[in-house]
């Protein structure tokens, strides 16, 4: 009897087993195609993606020449150059990556970390910044500002060429 109860134990086992094993195999498959379907699925079109990294500053007119504007949202500042030009600044330093404002009274952005700062340009004034602060895009059509955030220009130092002017 003990050698039947044993036996009956053993198939009872063998069978929690290979069920067990079937279920693991299944659930690998059913993983497997789902990373298939999601590779070969389109990506969102790019449009879309530009449409969302897309910031409209407004109309040229809004913003006085020698003007810096902060938008939070996009995490830049549009300067507008005194010779009515435009550059959207990133303002994230370029030595270790502080959040940098723009301190008006003393016209320049000013570093809150290692008190780096930068002309209305992004040209460092003082280091440590070891480079100009980097770009966004700009288009303007129709006089609307447009900013592309997913378009970033590293520099050295701040150039003519790097304005977007509004004629
Ligand atoms: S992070 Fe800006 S000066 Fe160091």
Not at 52 to 76: L, M
Not at 92 to 101: A, D, S, Y
Not at 135 to 156: A, G, M, P, S, Y
């Amino acid at each position: 009897m003990p050698e039947e109860l044993k036996n009956l134990k053993d198939k009872s086992r063998r069978s929690f087993l290979s069920k067990l094993w079937l279920l693991l195999g299944v659930a690998l498959l059913v993983e497997l195609i789902w990373v298939l379907v999601s590779f070969l699925r389109p990506r969102k079109p790019k449009a879309e993606t530009d449409a969302q990294n897309t910031i409209i500053a407004g109309p040229i007119d809004r913003f006085e020449p020698g003007s810096v504007t902060a938008f939070p949202q996009g995490k830049f500042y549009l300067a507008r150059l005194e010779g009515g030009g435009f550059l959207a600044l990133s303002r994230v330093c370029t030595h270790l990556g502080c959040t940098v404002p723009w301190v008006p009274d003393q016209n320049r952005f000013i570093c809150p970390c290692h008190a780096s700062s930068f002309d209305i340009t992004g040209n460092v004034i003082n280091p440590p910044a070891p480079r100009a602060l980097d770009l966004f895009q700009i288009e303007i059509e129709n006089n609307i500002v447009k900013v592309f955030l997913d378009r970033t220009v590293k520099r050295k130092r701040y150039r003519d060429d790097q304005v977007t002017k509004p004629f």
